[in-house]
């Protein structure tokens, strides 16, 4: 008996130990380039392990003192949470600015936007290829 041939897409959904399906919206290829520039920008990828787990949690997060932006990509994503960090300590800034943070929620929504993103973002393309 020989394995099942998995697409790459649900290759990668099993290496993310998906079980759940993702809210992201399909977003116009102007919204994935916004988003996967804001990501190479100011944006980060992470992979965290939990003690106990086998699998890495990964996420996307932007952070930045314009809630403009971090307003944009809830709404061009539809998915992730917000957080407010504090004011900026940062010794430059003559006035302190307020800290946001958004990230993504799970991980379907993490490899629904790297997907979808990926063309666009060397920091999603790195992901893709770390997840595979």
């Not at 992470?46 to 890495?56: I, L, Y």
């Not at 992730?80 to 010794?91: C, E, F, N, P, T």
Request: charged residues 20%; hydrophobic residues 40%; aromatic residues 8%.
């Amino acid at each position: 008996m020989t394995a099942p041939a998995y697409s790459a897409e649900r290759r990668r959904n099993i290496g993310l130990g998906l079980r759940h399906p993702s809210a992201v919206r399909n977003m116009k290829n102007s919204e994935r380039a916004w988003v996967g520039a804001a990501i190479d920008m100011d944006g980060c990828i992470t992979a965290h392990v939990n003690r106990g787990k086998f699998m890495p949690q990964w996420r996307a997060l932007f952070s930045g003192a314009e809630i403009e932006h971090i307003a944009t990509l809830l709404r061009v994503t539809g998915v992730g949470k917000v957080q407010y960090l504090g004011v900026s300590q940062a010794s430059t800034i003559e006035s302190k600015l307020p800290l946001w943070r958004w990230t993504t929620s799970t991980q379907a929504d993490f490899a629904a936007l790297i997907n979808q993103c990926a063309p666009y973002s060397l920091k999603c393309q790195a992901a893709l290829k770390e997840v595979e």
